[in-house]
C-alpha cells in the first residue's frame, strides 16, 4: 500500500498555508467585560479564545497552532529526558482517593461527578493516584524501573475565583509527568530524573521564547532542594518571587530564606507602663494601629497554631500543643519556617478550639506563652527593645508599652519554650542567604511549571511495592512534573505584547509568516500570493493568507493584534518595483522595507535566525 | 535565537527509537474476566490499555503511539478538506441545553456535574450547542462562510452498558467536525462540504489500512442520501450491513430499502375457524409460537406507535393518533419506514397510554384498526392469503386462522385507513432495491465513522442568523462529520490479529521496526543494535529496541502479541554471517531469512512498500 508508507520515507515539511477567509480569526475591538490582564484581552481581541462559561474556554484555530506548537517541544523535551507519552483519562473513580484522602485535601476544588449507577467519579485535577494505580498493576520489579511518563490532558479544578482568562481556569491544559524509582541517589534514582526535569523545562520555556527565572520552592517530604518552580518574569503575574542578584539565588515567598539579620536581644529596658487601649471591632493590624496611633513596624503580631505532630530529627519526648509565633506588625509569618524552628508540624489554630484554651484570638500577645504546653517562637527582627505594641490577651484590648525582660521574663529563661530566629516571609532588602552583604530583590512572575520530588507518599498510601535487588519489597519513590501549557500561551502573551497587540515569539507563534494582500481580487497579487506561498511552504513555514475582502486599514490593525512575527503586504507600488513590503511585527515603529521577490524567503529565514 | 528556527528549517524526520526497557509495555496472559472481543483482549494483553473504571480506560505509551499516527492522518485529511481544527472544553454550561433540549435527547447517557456554585453542567458528549453558540459570538456575515472545523477531544458518554473494551466506552476519543454554509447546494454550499468529507472519510480509512464500506444511514431532517456511515467489515462488529453484490449499494438495517418483493393481495379464502389460544406469561414471540405450534414466519407482529406530528410533505388536514404496523412474526419492524409509509412522525406507543385507548399491548392483531383515529400499515410479505395466527386483541390470549377479508374486509376499503407497502428491515435475500435480480448480502461492521446533513436544526434552535447577499438574515446550513478515534484503534485490532497477537497494519503501528536483542549484554549485539537503530531512524522509521534481560522466548512471544509489522532479530548465528534475522508480524508461519546488515534498510523500505 502505497499509503503506508508516506509517514516513513518523505521527510514531511512543516509548512502550511491557510487562507483567512477560510478560517476562524474572530478578531473584535471589544475586550470581554471582566477583562484586566493583557493576555485575557488580546487573546479575546485577536480571536484565540472565547469563553463558553466561568474560566471555561473555547480555543479556536490560532490558539490551538499556539498550542500545538507549545505541545510538540514539550514532547521532544520529555522524550529527550526518557518520558514515554500516554494519556490517563480525565473520570476518575472516588475508591482511588481511598488511600491517599485527597478528595478531602482538594476540598470544594474537586469537580464531583455521580454516574447513573450512582457511583461516585472526580474529574482529574492531576493524576498521582491514577498511575499509581496503573503501575500498581503493571511493574513488579525493580528491573522496570526507572520509569519516566507524560501525558498532556486537560485538567479540572472548581476554582472558586477564575479569573483573569487562561491564567486561573477551571479546565485546562496541562503537561503532568510522573517518575519511579527504586533509590534517591545513583543511576535511575529520582534525583537523576529531578535533573533531567530540570533541564528539560529550562530547555522548553528557552526554546518558547519566554524569560523565565527557576526558584526554589517549598520543599517536599524528602527535604532538601527538593522542588522548584519556573515562573516567567513578569509585572503583572500573580506570584512574588525573591532574587539575590549576586548569587543568583532565587526563590518564592514560602520558600526564601533570610540571610543573617545582625545581633538580636529580649533584654531592654521599659519605655512606659502598659497601656491598655480599647481596639473593638477592627478588622486588622493597620486599623488597630490607626486607633492606637502606633504603625505597623512598632506592633507584636502573634499568630496561634495548632500542633499536629513532630518534624522529621525531631526526637522531643514531649511535643508543645501551640505555637505561639510573633512578627513585626507589617510582616507575613512564613508557616514552613515555623515548622522548622519550633521542630514541629503545625496548622493554624481553629478559633473555637484556641478560644476554648484561653486565646484571646485577634488580641494575643507574647505574654500568651503562659498557656499551658506553649511554645513561644519570636522573629529574630522584633527581639529587639524598644517600644513595641501588643495585644492585651482579653477581647476588644491592646497594650501600649510592651517589654520582653518585663513582661515575660521569668519564661525567656526556659530555652525549650522560647526561640528566637527566622520566621517571616522575605521581602525586597532583607539581607540574601547566599551571598553576604547582598539584598534581596522581589520581582513578580507566572507560575508556568513546577517540579517536586514526592517520595513515597503515594506508593506508601496506595501499596506500590515492588521487589527490590534482595528480592525484599520496597516503596516505589516518585516524582512529578508539572507544566501548564495553556497557561504557557497566556504567559507567552503577558510578556510579549505591545499597545497594539501580540508579538509572538517565532517558535510558537501560531504562523511565522503573514501575506496581506490589499487588493484580494487583483489577478497580479493573487499571482504573487500563489508563487510567494509555494515558496515559503517549500521551506518550512507556516503562512496565513490575508485575503478577505477588507479595507487595508482593517487588514494592518488585525496583523497587529494577531501578531505574526513576520508581515509581508502585497501593493501595487512595490510589485511594480518588483518586489513586496516586508516588515517584522518586533519592529512596532519601523517602516516596510521593500524586498526583491527572490530575496524573500532568505530574508525570512536570516529574520528568524537573527 | 536558534532555537527559534528549529521547525522552521530543518526538515524533522520521523524516526524515534525507544527502548523497551525503558518504557511501560506491560504484556501478560491473563485477559481482563469480562474480555470476549479481541481487541479487547489483546490490547490488554499486549499492554496497550488498561481498565481505570467501567468503560474507562489508560491509554499506555503504544496505544498513544497508535492513537497519535490514527489523528495525524485524520488531521491531514480534515486540513486537505479545509477544515480548520481548534479545541472545545468537555465542561459544557446546561443553559447551551435550552434551547435543543438535547439533555432530554441524551437522558441517562449525559454525565451531570454540579459545580461549587451550583450551576449545571454537563461533560460533553458532542459539540453542536458548544459550536453553534460560539459561532453566534464569531461571525455575522455570508462572507465568512463556508467554514469547517474540527477537533480532536474526549467524549463521555454514560453507557448503561459499557462493553468491548474501547469498543462502547464511557470515555472515549472522537474526531468532531462541523461544517456550517448559506445553501446546501453550488459552490460552498453543504453538499460540497459532505462530499469533501466523504472523501475525507474514505481517505483516512484507506490510509490506516483498514477494510471498510460506506453506508447510506437513516437521512436526516434535509432528506436525501444525507448520511452515511464508516463501517470496518469485521464478523465481531456489532452493527449489520446489507449490501448488494451486483450495484454496489450498500446499507445500514435502519436505511436499507428492498426491492420489489412482487404482487401481494389481501384477498384470499380463510384457512379456518378464529380460534382462540390461552398464552399467558410468554415472554416473546417465538414461545407464543410454540405454545400455538405455530412457526414465527405464520404469525403477525403488529406493533402500536403514537403519532407525534406530520413528516415534510404530508398535506392531510387531520392525522391519525396511532399507527399499526403489521410484519411477519420473524421480522423487525423499521421504524423509518413507518415515518415514510404513514407520513407520521411516530414513536412506540407508551403501554399505559395505548392500554387506556383499547390496544392490548402484547396481544394487538390488525383488527385493532378499528380503534378511533387508527391507522394501519402492512407490509406486503403479509399481505398474502394462507395460514395466519395473531393477537386476539384481549390479554393472554392469540388466535388461529386469521384471515384479512373476512376479518377486517370493511376497513380495507378505506385507502386512507390502510396501507400496503415496505415496512421491515431488510435481510440477506431480500431482493435489491438497484439492481433487478439481485438480491442483498449482509455483513457485520463496527461504525468508526458518520457523516451528516444537519441543515438548520441547531441555527434555528439556537438563534444563528446571518446576514446573507441580500442583506436579509438567513439560518446558518450546518453538517457534522464523526470520527470515533479510539474505536478505530480497535477496529483494526479485530480486522488484524491472529492467535498469537495483533497485526498492525504499518501505517498506524506504534513502531515500525522492532529489534530483539537476544543477548543484550553482548557487545557486538550492542553495536548492531546500536548501528541498525541509527541506519533505520535516519530513514524516518521508528523503532523499538527489545533490550531486556528476559528469556528469548518471553520476547518471541511478546513481538507476536504486540504486532510491530517488521522484525529484526539480532543472534549470534546471523551476525557470524554478517547478518540479521529478519521477518515480518504478517507471515506468521515464515522462517526469518538472514539478510546482509547493509541491505537491512532498503528490505525494510520494500516491505512496507510492497
Not at 519516566?148 to 490532558?153: G, S
Not at 488580641?363 to 498557656?371: D, E, I, K, L, M
Not at 511549571?449 to 521487589?467: N, P
Request: proline residues 5%; glycine residues 10%; hydrophobic residues 40%.
Amino acid at each position: 500500500m502505497a499509503s503506508d508508507t508516506r509517514p516513513v520515507v518523505s521527510n514531511r515539511r512543516t509548512g502550511e498555508f491557510t487562507r483567512w477567509s477560510l478560517t476562524l480569526i474572530p478578531t473584535t475591538r471589544e475586550a470581554p467585560n471582566d477583562a484586566e490582564t493583557p493576555s485575557h484581552v488580546l487573546l479575546h481581541r485577536a480571536g484565540f479564545i472565547r469563553q463558553v462559561g466561568a474560566g471555561i474556554y473555547d480555543y479556536l484555530p490560532l490558539a490551538w497552532r499556539v498550542l500545538s506548537r507549545i505541545s510538540t517541544i514539550i514532547r521532544e523535551e520529555m522524550n529527550a529526558a526518557g518520558g514515554s507519552e500516554l494519556l490517563m483519562p480525565a473520570l476518575e473513580p472516588f475508591e482511588l482517593f481511598e488511600g491517599t484522602k485527597r478528595d478531602e485535601d482538594y476540598g470544594d476544588n474537586l469537580f464531583r461527578v455521580k454516574d447513573r449507577k450512582g457511583r461516585m467519579n472526580a474529574l482529574a485535577p492531576t493524576h498521582e493516584e491514577v498511575i499509581t494505580d496503573l503501575m500498581k498493576g503493571a511493574v513488579s520489579s525493580y528491573k522496570q524501573l526507572p520509569l519516566t511518563l507524560y501525558q498532556i490532558q486537560t485538567k479540572f479544578r472548581d476554582e472558586a475565583r477564575p479569573r483573569a482568562g487562561l491564567l486561573r481556569c477551571r479546565e485546562f491544559i496541562m503537561k503532568d509527568a510522573y517518575s519511579f524509582h527504586m533509590n534517591v541517589e545513583g543511576a535511575g534514582g529520582l534525583n537523576d530524573s529531578y535533573d533531567a526535569m530540570y533541564k528539560a523545562y529550562s530547555n522548553t520555556f528557552t526554546r518558547c521564547g519566554l524569560d523565565f527565572t527557576p526558584v526554589e520552592a517549598e520543599s517536599g517530604p524528602i527535604g532538601g532542594s527538593a522542588s522548584h518552580e519556573f515562573m516567567v518574569n513578569c509585572a503583572s503575574g500573580e506570584d512574588t518571587i525573591l532574587k539575590c542578584p549576586v548569587s543568583g539565588y532565587a526563590a518564592n515567598v514560602e520558600k526564601c530564606e533570610i540571610g543573617d539579620r545582625g545581633p538580636w536581644t529580649l533584654d531592654a529596658a521599659p519605655t512606659g507602663e502598659l497601656t491598655e487601649v480599647h481596639t473593638p471591632n477592627l478588622p486588622g493590624i493597620d486599623e488597630v494601629g490607626k486607633v492606637m496611633k502606633v504603625k505597623p513596624d512598632r506592633m507584636l503580631k502573634t499568630l496561634v497554631f495548632a500542633v499536629t505532630g513532630a518534624v522529621a530529627g525531631n526526637t522531643a519526648a514531649v511535643l508543645p500543643k501551640w505555637v505561639l509565633a510573633v512578627v513585626r506588625g507589617d510582616r507575613d509569618v512564613n508557616e514552613g519556617k515555623v515548622k522548622k524552628l519550633g521542630g514541629c508540624a503545625v496548622t493554624l489554630a481553629p478559633e473555637k478550639e484556641a478560644k476554648a484554651a484561653g486565646f484571646a484570638i485577634g488580641y494575643v500577645s507574647p505574654r500568651a506563652v503562659n498557656t499551658a504546653d506553649t511554645l513561644l517562637l519570636i522573629d529574630s527582627e522584633v527581639a529587639q527593645g524598644g517600644f513595641w505594641a501588643t495585644g492585651s490577651d482579653k477581647a476588644d484590648h491592646h497594650v501600649k508599652h510592651f517589654n520582653w525582660t518585663r513582661d515575660i521574663g521569668a519564661v525567656l529563661k526556659d530555652t525549650a519554650k522560647v526561640m528566637v530566629g527566622d520566621l517571616r516571609n522575605a521581602v525586597a532588602g532583607d539581607p540574601s542567604p547566599k551571598a553576604p552583604g547582598a539584598v534581596l530583590e522581589t520581582a513578580r512572575g507566572i507560575e508556568v511549571g513546577h517540579i517536586f520530588k514526592l517520595g513515597t507518599k503515594y506508593s506508601d498510601a496506595m501499596g506500590l511495592q515492588i521487589q527490590d535487588e534482595t528480592l525484599g519489597k520496597r516503596s516505589v519513590i516518585m516524582g512529578c512534573y508539572g507544566i501548564g501549557v495553556s497557561r504557557t500561551m497566556a504567559a507567552t502573551v503577558e510578556q510579549n505584547h505591545d499597545e497594539n497587540g501580540i508579538v509572538w515569539p517565532a517558535a510558537i507563534a501560531p504562523y511565522h509568516v503573514l501575506i496581506t494582500m490589499m487588493k484580494p481580487d487583483d489577478a497580479r497579487q493573487k499571482e504573487a500570493a500563489g508563487k510567494l506561498g509555494c515558496m515559503l511552504v517549500g521551506e518550512g513555514f507556516d503562512v496565513l493568507l490575508d485575503d478577505r475582502d477588507e479595507r487595508p486599514g482593517v487588514k494592518f490593525k488585525d496583523a497587529d493584534l494577531v501578531g505574526i512575527p513576520i508581515r509581508i503586504t502585497l501593493g501595487d507600488k512595490a510589485l511594480d518595483a518588483g518586489g513586496v513590503e516586508f516588515k517584522l511585527r518586533k519592529d512596532a515603529m519601523g517602516k516596510a522595507e521593500v524586498v526583491p521577490m527572490d530575496e524573500v524567503v532568505a530574508k525570512c529565514l536570516a529574520s528568524l535566525n537573527g
